[in-house]
């Protein structure tokens, strides 16, 4: 096959429709507007939901939950994202290791791209001596567990 040989089969383009050229065309006249009304006249444009005076369908399903714009909404947006952490995974670092989110991210223990803020939480199973940054948030059981065993969150 060649180029010169290709050819767009039969009936696959459409003819578009010819409208306001003559009676004999079928679409001539009103071309397919109808008759009077604010539809047939030119520069004519509906609102999007616009039901023609008619009750729209969005004012008569029932509202319910929360909107965007409601003051529960704004408090949940204001809300800190967490990303948690157990105190046993500190265990994997040596006796008396400082703690950062730089050391995390180097050692590839967390995703750059998720970057909220840490919390760690206790599940008393912490068996070492370390030292975190005050960039992490605790709980107060956490808190307390790193306390006991002799480490430091510098604040």
Known sequence: ?????????ENSRKKRKR?????????????GRGHKGQKSRTGYKSKAGYEGGQMPIQRKVPKRGMSKGSKQNMMRNLKRDYVIMKVSFFNRFDEGTVISEELLLSKSLI??????????LSDKKLEKKLEFTNEFAFSKN?????????GNVQV
């Open 1 to 9: 096959m060649r180029l010169n040989d290709l050819r767009i089969s």
């Open 19 to 31: 409208i306001g050229r003559g009676t004999s065309s079928g679409h001539g006249k009103t071309a």
């Open 111 to 120: 995703k750059p791209s998720a970057l909220k803020r840490i919390k760690i």
């Open 142 to 150: 956490a808190l307390k567990e790193v306390i006991d065993k002799g």
